[in-house]
């Protein structure tokens, strides 16, 4: 496994190949010297602050350690904020089986502890569990993600969770107008929070609802602070930018299961490499039928739905 | 130092007038306090100070926005039939399209800006600076054509009045090809604003192509009722010689657009309607609610019928040249189209959500303080460059002209 303090992949799959070089390399000759001035002094880095794609791995590296020092001072405790790269011949993919879901949303509040969102106003969850009914099937109609259960799961009901699907063909990386979001090479869809202006055009592509906004100055408390984090993943984010699921980037680039895959009681969530024949995602894609969500989007998802029973 | 005189001249015609005009000033500017106060307290606490969330991500910033980008878009296209009808005062028809279509522009700016929850990293859409996300990303699209668009009119404008004011003939080596250039880029950027919300097939209420020309359609009848009014009140105001047939063949053509739009409405009913699919649910939020959710429904019906009596207003000769029925049809242009194309656009595409769920939105006071104020500032920049444009027109403000003359000059109340 890399460090987890490797340098930051700046690859980004086919549709970045054409981004002129010379243009990216031209304009960090004439910013880079002010951009490296300035980085020392607070509030103005982040006006001059260039594309985290055209940053040298020197900037990466002071752009974490700031990043850092700023965490840990507001935490009060030692925060790490990693830029783990993708692995080569690494494609995460994800696996639910709806038949085994019970609803409890122990994922919903273990991803919460591991991934640094808002607790309260706005409430940030980036797993959405919608209770179904068994009459209907997968029927957004009849979706109900506010029930309230003693016992789960009740008659007459079944349970979808939803989160970030981690597209291939992602249509809010598309509409993004700055580039603040991307696919990386192992399949993740990120978001650079530095970067993002909030203007939300990507909440309003999201076929699955899996983008959220810091409406307000996110509440995290100290103590409930998760001080592992990954650069485009869990480390804490400002108010006005949106943010999502990342399959757990700071676990799943150093060998992990996503905080939600681990917690389940049910064993309902399969994680792995889809390019690896042996691992657990290949063996449910290979024995189960698997399905997309809204798979007449073509938005290919890497998260799999199926029932296995 | 031309220039410096001209813009002397300017400030000067813009703190002279009567006390209508002050009158008016002062409303403004208690509009753009309110704005101010409103937004103060957005940029304190964040976009929380709305009623948009997850569920819901833009409305009426977004809403107003859209609408706008229409008036501004069809205060240009009204050059056309100023030249087909060869009207005699073209020169006034465009250059008072072209300062409406600024003023629309930097109210459609402040909208996005106020919409955005970073506003502090607008540069990064900014060539060179940021990271613009050509040619995918059709936000960056609409920066690029609403700017240009922008440029292009405070150019045109900017380069008459002064040649008039220097009196000298304006160069139509610059004029014409700019002002025959804003015409397709008019039709840019409604299009391009139309495409924002087409290009996103999670949301079949936009997801569908009339989109577009439906955009043209309703733009090409609230951007002129702006005009036909504004040209009554300059008429009046200062003997600015635009024909009552001129007025008259522009209601007509909004008579054509009107039925276009409303065709291509019942065009989509029909589809969604007989086909009846799970897509047909958003149609229903907007026109029928569902279950208790009806916010609109009331809004949607009056924005029928507003926009189905001005369209019978200006289809019949009688209500067309008589002056109650006309300008009571331009009102209901507005609002017929405000509604469509503002809030009946943007809410209905967001509800239900992707995942089913109803969340009513409803604008909260910071949302109506920060829009008037953004009206405010646009209804303002438009005052000050018609206060300055129509002396310039008519002849009275000029090079030679001295101060007391300007000020003497000072019939316009608006």
């Given at each position: 496994?890399?460090?987890?303090?490797?340098?930051?992949?700046?690859l980004n799959g086919e549709e970045?190949?054409?981004t002129?070089?010379s243009?990216?390399?031209?304009?960090?000759?004439?910013?880079?010297g002010a951009?490296?001035?300035?980085?020392g002094?607070?509030g103005?880095?982040?006006?001059l602050?260039?594309h985290?794609h055209?940053?040298?791995?020197?900037?990466?590296?002071?752009?974490?350690?700031r990043?850092e020092?700023?965490y840990?001072?507001?935490?009060?405790?030692?925060?790490?904020?990693?830029?783990t790269?993708?692995l080569?011949?690494?494609e995460?993919?994800?696996?639910l089986?709806?038949?085994?879901c019970i609803?409890?949303?122990?994922?919903?509040?273990?991803?919460v502890?591991e991934n640094?969102?808002?607790?309260?106003?706005?409430?940030?969850?980036?797993?959405?569990?919608?209770?179904m009914?068994?009459?209907?099937?997968?029927d957004?109609?009849?979706?109900?993600?506010y029930?309230?259960?003693d016992?789960?799961p009740r008659?007459?009901h079944?349970?979808?969770p939803?989160?970030?699907?981690q597209?291939?063909?992602?249509?809010?990386v598309k509409?993004?107008p700055?580039k603040?979001?991307?696919?990386e090479p192992?399949g993740i869809?990120?978001?650079?929070?530095e970067?993002?202006i909030g203007?939300?055009?990507c909440m309003?592509?999201?076929?699955y609802g899996a983008r959220k906004?810091?409406w307000?100055?996110?509440?995290?408390p100290?103590a409930e602070?998760n001080p592992?984090?990954?650069?485009?993943?869990n480390?804490?984010?400002?108010r006005?930018?949106?943010?999502k699921?990342?399959f757990?980037?700071q676990r799943?680039?150093?060998?992990r299961?996503?905080?939600?895959?681990?917690?389940c009681?049910v064993?309902?969530?399969k994680f792995?490499?889809l390019l690896d024949?042996?691992s657990e995602?290949r063996r449910v894609?290979e024995t189960?039928?698997v399905?997309?969500?809204k798979?007449?989007?073509?938005?290919?998802?890497?998260?799999?739905?199926f029932?296995?029973t | 130092m031309?220039?410096?005189?001209?813009?002397?001249?300017c400030?000067?015609l813009?703190t002279q007038?009567?006390?209508a005009?002050?009158?008016?000033?002062?409303a403004?500017?208690?509009?753009?306090g309110i704005?101010?106060?409103g937004?103060a307290?957005?940029?304190?606490?964040?976009?929380?100070a709305?009623?948009?969330?997850?569920?819901i991500?833009?409305?009426?910033?977004?809403?107003?926005?859209t609408?706008?980008?229409?008036?501004?878009a069809?205060a240009v296209?009204?050059?056309?039939?100023?030249?087909v009808?060869?009207w005699?005062p073209?020169?006034?028809?465009?250059?008072?399209?072209?300062l409406l279509?600024i003023?629309?522009?930097?109210?459609?700016l402040?909208?996005v800006?106020?919409?955005m929850?970073r506003p502090?990293?607008?540069?990064?859409?900014?060539p060179g600076?940021g990271s613009?996300?050509w040619p995918?990303?059709?936000?960056?699209?609409d920066a690029l054509?609403?700017?240009v668009?922008?440029?292009v009119?405070?150019v045109?404008a900017v380069h008459?009045?002064y040649?008039?004011?220097?009196?000298r003939?304006y160069?139509?080596?610059?004029f014409?090809p700019?002002?025959?250039f804003?015409?397709?880029?008019?039709?840019?950027?409604h299009t391009?604003?139309?495409?924002l919300y087409?290009?996103m097939?999670a949301r079949?209420?936009w997801?569908?192509?009339i989109l577009?020309p439906?955009?043209?359609?309703?733009?090409?009848?609230s951007?002129p009722?702006?005009l036909?009014?504004l040209?009554?009140?300059?008429?009046k105001a200062t003997?600015?010689d635009?024909?009552?047939?001129a007025?008259?063949k522009?209601?007509?053509l909004?008579?054509?657009?009107?039925?276009?739009?409303?065709?291509l409405l019942g065009a989509?009913?029909?589809k969604?309607?007989?086909?009846h699919?799970e897509h047909?649910l958003?149609?229903r939020?907007?026109?029928q609610?569902i279950?208790?959710?009806?916010?609109?429904v009331p809004?949607?019906?009056?924005?029928l019928?507003c926009?189905?009596?001005?369209?019978l207003?200006?289809l019949?000769p009688?209500?067309?040249?008589?002056w109650?029925t006309?300008?009571?049809?331009c009102i209901?242009?507005?609002?017929?189209v405000?509604?469509?194309?503002?809030?009946g656009?943007?809410?209905p595409?967001?509800t239900?959500?992707t995942?089913?769920?109803?969340?009513?939105?409803t604008p909260?006071s910071?949302e109506?303080?920060?829009?008037t104020?953004v009206?405010?500032?646009g209804f303002l920049?438009?005052t000050?460059l018609v206060?300055?444009?129509?002396?310039?027109m008519?002849?009275a403000f000029?090079v030679?002209?001295r101060p007391?003359e300007?000020?003497?000059?000072q019939?316009l109340?608006?």
């Amino acid at each position: 496994m890399t460090p987890p303090n490797g340098r930051l992949t700046v690859l980004n799959g086919e549709e970045e190949a054409g981004t002129g070089h010379s243009r990216r390399a031209f304009l960090q000759m004439a910013l880079g010297g002010a951009a490296v001035a300035a980085l020392g002094a607070c509030g103005a880095e982040d006006l001059l602050r260039r594309h985290l794609h055209e940053l040298s791995p020197e900037d990466v590296q002071a752009l974490l350690a700031r990043l850092e020092k700023k965490y840990s001072a507001r935490y009060g405790k030692k925060v790490t904020v990693a830029a783990t790269p993708a692995l080569p011949g690494v494609e995460f993919a994800y696996g639910l089986d709806l038949s085994r879901c019970i609803g409890c949303r122990r994922c919903v509040y273990a991803c919460v502890r591991e991934n640094n969102p808002s607790r309260r106003n706005p409430q940030i969850q980036w797993i959405r569990v919608l209770e179904m009914d068994k009459e209907h099937g997968v029927d957004l109609q009849h979706a109900n993600p506010y029930y309230e259960a003693d016992l789960v799961p009740r008659p007459g009901h079944f349970y979808m969770p939803v989160q970030c699907q981690q597209c291939r063909n992602p249509p809010c990386v598309k509409v993004c107008p700055v580039k603040a979001t991307w696919k990386e090479p192992d399949g993740i869809v990120v978001i650079d929070s530095e970067w993002c202006i909030g203007c939300r055009c990507c909440m309003a592509a999201c076929p699955y609802g899996a983008r959220k906004f810091n409406w307000a100055e996110p509440d995290l408390p100290a103590a409930e602070m998760n001080p592992v984090t990954h650069y485009l993943g869990n480390r804490p984010r400002p108010r006005g930018v949106v943010e999502k699921c990342t399959f757990c980037i700071q676990r799943s680039r150093v060998g992990r299961y996503p905080a939600c895959v681990e917690i389940c009681p049910v064993g309902a969530r399969k994680f792995g490499n889809l390019l690896d024949p042996q691992s657990e995602i290949r063996r449910v894609m290979e024995t189960k039928r698997v399905f997309v969500f809204k798979e007449d989007l073509a938005t290919e998802p890497h998260f799999y739905y199926f029932y296995a029973t | 130092m031309g220039f410096v005189r001209f813009l002397k001249g300017c400030a000067r015609l813009v703190t002279q007038g009567g006390k209508a005009y002050w009158a008016w000033i002062a409303a403004l500017s208690v509009a753009i306090g309110i704005g101010t106060a409103g937004y103060a307290r957005q940029f304190s606490v964040g976009l929380i100070a709305t009623n948009m969330r997850d569920q819901i991500t833009w409305a009426f910033y977004i809403g107003n926005f859209t609408f706008l980008v229409g008036v501004a878009a069809a205060a240009v296209l009204l050059v056309i039939p100023a030249y087909v009808y060869h009207w005699k005062p073209i020169k006034e028809v465009v250059v008072l399209g072209e300062l409406l279509a600024i003023s629309a522009i930097t109210m459609c700016l402040l909208f996005v800006l106020v919409d955005m929850g970073r506003p502090d990293r607008f540069l990064h859409i900014v060539p060179g600076l940021g990271s613009p996300n050509w040619p995918r990303s059709l936000l960056s699209w609409d920066a690029l054509v609403l700017n240009v668009y922008l440029a292009v009119n405070l150019v045109v404008a900017v380069h008459v009045l002064y040649s008039l004011f220097m009196r000298r003939e304006y160069s139509r080596k610059i004029f014409v090809p700019l002002v025959l250039f804003s015409i397709p880029l008019a039709v840019g950027i409604h299009t391009v604003t139309a495409f924002l919300y087409n290009g996103m097939a999670a949301r079949p209420y936009w997801n569908a192509s009339i989109l577009a020309p439906r955009f043209i359609a309703s733009a090409f009848c609230s951007g002129p009722a702006v005009l036909l009014i504004l040209f009554q009140v300059l008429r009046k105001a200062t003997g600015l010689d635009i024909k009552d047939e001129a007025i008259w063949k522009v209601a007509e053509l909004m008579a054509y657009a009107m039925f276009f739009n409303l065709f291509l409405l019942g065009a989509e009913l029909f589809k969604e309607y007989y086909s009846h699919t799970e897509h047909l649910l958003y149609t229903r939020y907007y026109w029928q609610g569902i279950g208790g959710h009806r916010a609109l429904v009331p809004f949607a019906w009056a924005s029928l019928a507003c926009s189905l009596v001005a369209f019978l207003l200006f289809l019949i000769p009688r209500t067309r040249t008589n002056w109650v029925t006309l300008n009571l049809g331009c009102i209901l242009i507005w609002a017929g189209v405000y509604i469509e194309k503002g809030m009946g656009l943007v809410v209905p595409g967001m509800t239900p959500d992707t995942l089913g769920e109803i969340y009513e939105y409803t604008p909260t006071s910071t949302e109506w303080m920060v829009a008037t104020g953004v009206f405010g500032v646009g209804f303002l920049v438009f005052t000050v460059l018609v206060k300055i444009a129509v002396p310039i027109m008519s002849g009275a403000f000029h090079v030679e002209a001295r101060p007391a003359e300007g000020a003497a000059a000072q019939t316009l109340t608006r």
